[in-house]
């Protein structure tokens, strides 16, 4: 029963990592030409920051900062139940790192009216830290253990 309760949980996460990685396509590498003119590439962390915290719409500087740090909760939460060897702060950090600066790239290279932005991959890089410190940890404890107790009830050693 254990089996299939991790089973389970573990293809919802699968299932949600997928969902959560068309709706992250769609939008970061989605082309935006009327906003061609206005993008610029940064490479200096904090550029960005400053720039929408001087916006006089303070809705728009919560929009795009809070947005970009919700965009990596998922991540936080779902990779470490996906694959367990990512668990871990620093693991979970290098991996969201390395995909949305990859992300970040194929926007820049690719995408008409979108630039890479350092601090974007900041931004999510620190939702996934939260997702995983709150959530992603616990769950993937929770998920995992539940393998590594049936394998023990039945003398079995990891």
């Given at each position: 029963?254990?089996?299939?309760?991790?089973?389970?949980?573990?293809?919802?996460?699968?299932?949600?990592?997928?969902?959560?990685?068309v709706v992250l396509a769609k939008l970061t590498l989605e082309p935006?030409?009327?906003?061609?003119?206005?993008?610029?590439?940064n490479l200096r962390p904090g550029r960005s920051l400053r720039a929408?915290?001087?916006q006089p719409e303070l809705r728009d500087a919560v929009?795009?900062?809070g947005g970009n740090l919700l965009l990596g909760v998922p991540f936080g939460v779902l990779v470490p139940v996906v694959a367990?060897?990512?668990r871990g702060v620093l693991r979970v950090?290098?991996?969201?790192?390395t995909v949305m600066l990859l992300v970040e790239f194929a926007q820049g290279a690719?995408?008409?009216?979108?630039?890479f932005d350092i601090d974007?991959?900041?931004?999510?890089?620190?939702?996934?830290?939260?997702?995983?410190?709150l959530l992603g940890r616990r769950l993937s404890r929770a998920v995992h253990a539940w393998g590594s107790r049936s394998g023990k009830a039945q003398g079995k050693t990891s």
């Amino acid at each position: 029963m254990r089996f299939l309760a991790r089973l389970l949980a573990m293809v919802c996460a699968f299932a949600f990592m997928v969902a959560f990685a068309v709706v992250l396509a769609k939008l970061t590498l989605e082309p935006s030409p009327a906003s061609e003119a206005l993008t610029h590439t940064n490479l200096r962390p904090g550029r960005s920051l400053r720039a929408y915290l001087d916006q006089p719409e303070l809705r728009d500087a919560v929009r795009q900062i809070g947005g970009n740090l919700l965009l990596g909760v998922p991540f936080g939460v779902l990779v470490p139940v996906v694959a367990p060897r990512t668990r871990g702060v620093l693991r979970v950090l290098l991996l969201t790192a390395t995909v949305m600066l990859l992300v970040e790239f194929a926007q820049g290279a690719l995408v008409t009216g979108r630039a890479f932005d350092i601090d974007d991959v900041i931004l999510n890089t620190t939702g996934a830290l939260v997702g995983y410190l709150l959530l992603g940890r616990r769950l993937s404890r929770a998920v995992h253990a539940w393998g590594s107790r049936s394998g023990k009830a039945q003398g079995k050693t990891s």
